[in-house]
């Protein structure tokens, strides 16, 4: 006897989905193939539900046939810890001030805390996940930097920018199929064994461009760059590299760095890079495979 399963699929429900799937068509041409770099970090990381979403969107990225690369920070659990152990958080010019005593902390969290959870999120879809750190292989190499407020140099301790990247060991995860999940600590390179908190931003548009990367994506906690914070009708969907340039001086210091990744990207020959509400579920997908897009897009010109 023939067993026939009898579906109760609503077909105009159907019919909606497979729509939305024909839609989705001309960015999955455009980006097949492609190297796409998220930095990931905000309201995004600390949600429960939007690492699912989160998760879910990095793993639908490698299953489609995009290569995601995702680069972390973990401001606020970094803040967490640091207040357990009463230890100092301080920022400056939108930096965090990192001392001797809490570089060992931001470590510890980022690479033996933050990274392989997210690994695990992802790795609930398939085995396609890998943890990097930015020490690992002589990805990133770093260096010390201080920052200017207000036209006086104020130092950060350890904290450096990211100078060199060898994006060898992310090819190698490619190549083997692999979703490479980097954390943004990076070797200071003038003082060996010693590490730096390097900008989690800075440092994903520094691989993007090492990579040749396609695009940049950042997730942040607002809805995009507002011209003229706070008025929220002053949201700015697209803009070019030299219109972000004059922009940046009058820009809210949190703000800046997001920025300056995405100038330093368009700057470096990533096609667009653009900055996105992390609070909102599925905000990459929504960013890659909508016309409109989300957030602030930024291209060079």
Request: charged residues 20%; aromatic residues 4%.
């Amino acid at each position: 006897m023939t067993n026939i399963d009898i579906q109760d699929t609503d077909p105009a429900e159907a019919s909606a989905k497979a729509q939305t799937l024909i839609d989705s068509l001309p960015w999955l041409k455009r980006y097949s193939d492609q190297i796409i770099v998220i930095k990931y970090g905000g309201n995004a990381m600390v949600s429960e539900e939007l690492q699912d979403a989160f998760a879910e969107d990095m793993a639908y990225l490698r299953y489609v046939g995009i290569k995601p690369v995702v680069v972390h920070g973990g401001g606020p659990q970094i803040s967490n810890m640091l207040d357990r152990l009463a230890i100092p958080s301080e920022f400056k010019g939108g930096y965090r001030v990192t001392s001797t005593e809490a570089i060992s902390v931001v470590r510890m969290v980022l690479t033996g805390q933050i990274n392989p959870q997210l690994v695990a999120k992802i790795n609930a879809h398939g085995p396609v996940a890998t943890g990097l750190s930015g020490e690992d292989a002589g990805l990133f190499g770093g260096r010390q930097r201080a920052v200017f407020v207000d036209g006086a140099e104020h130092s950060l301790g350890r904290v450096g920018d990211v100078v060199e990247v060898d994006p060898q060991p992310v090819l190698d995860q490619i190549a083997a199929g692999r979703v490479p999940v980097v954390s943004s600590i990076a070797p200071d390179i003038d003082n060996p064994g010693q590490s730096l908190n390097v900008n989690a931003d800075a440092a994903a548009a520094a691989l993007a461009v090492a990579l040749e990367a396609t695009k940049l994506v950042v997730l942040t906690d607002v809805a995009g760059l507002y011209a003229d914070w706070p008025n929220r009708d002053s949201l700015v969907s697209h803009l070019t590299s030299t219109e972000l340039r004059e922009l940046l001086p009058r820009l809210q210091s949190g703000m800046i760095p997001k920025m300056q990744a995405c100038l330093e990207a368009v700057e470096g020959n990533v096609e667009t890079a653009a900055i996105i509400d992390g609070r909102i579920p599925h905000s990459v997908l929504v960013e890659l495979f909508t016309h409109k897009g989300i957030g602030t897009e930024v291209v060079k010109g």
